[in-house]
Nanobody, 122 residues
Framework: VQLQASGGGSVQAGGSLRLSCVVS????????MGWFRQAPGKEREFVAA????????DYADSVQGRFAISRDNQKNTVYLQMYSLKPEDTAVYYC????????????????WGQGTQVTVSS
């Protein structure tokens, strides 16, 4: 399984970005998908996750109401739409995949993308 994240960039506070993660190698619809982020000097933290069917989603409290995770199983792609970005959202964002249920625990995801940088200036 290979994951390729893209869509990061630099925006001002209040702006929006959409991250994408394309998955190849196995049947995408088998996998729950998660987005995580890691800021300099901090541990990797959970952002959002989505069930393999797309019917269930979960968000970190810090992004609830501002971020939206979705997936297109026909395109083997998971998205993270980010609105009302704040400087504290600045981090490298990673997508990750696991079979069965999604989780907020990064150690439970065996497959990871390379990360995409998001920088939010005040």
């Amino acid at each position: 399984v290979q994951l390729q994240a893209s869509g990061g960039g630099s925006v001002q506070a209040g702006g929006s970005l959409r991250l994408s993660c394309v998955v190849s190698g196995r049947t995408f619809s088998r996998y729950a998908m998660g987005w995580f982020r890691q800021a300099p000097g901090k541990e990797r933290e959970f952002v959002a996750a989505i069930h393999s069917t797309g019917l269930r989603k979960d968000y970190a409290d810090s992004v609830q109401g501002r971020f939206a995770i979705s997936r297109d199983n026909q395109k083997n792609t998971v998205y993270l739409q980010m609105y009302s970005l704040k400087p504290e959202d600045t981090a490298v964002y990673y997508c990750a995949a696991k079979v069965a249920s999604y989780s907020s625990t990064p150690q439970l995801y065996p497959y990871w993308g390379q990360g995409t940088q998001v920088t939010v200036s005040s």
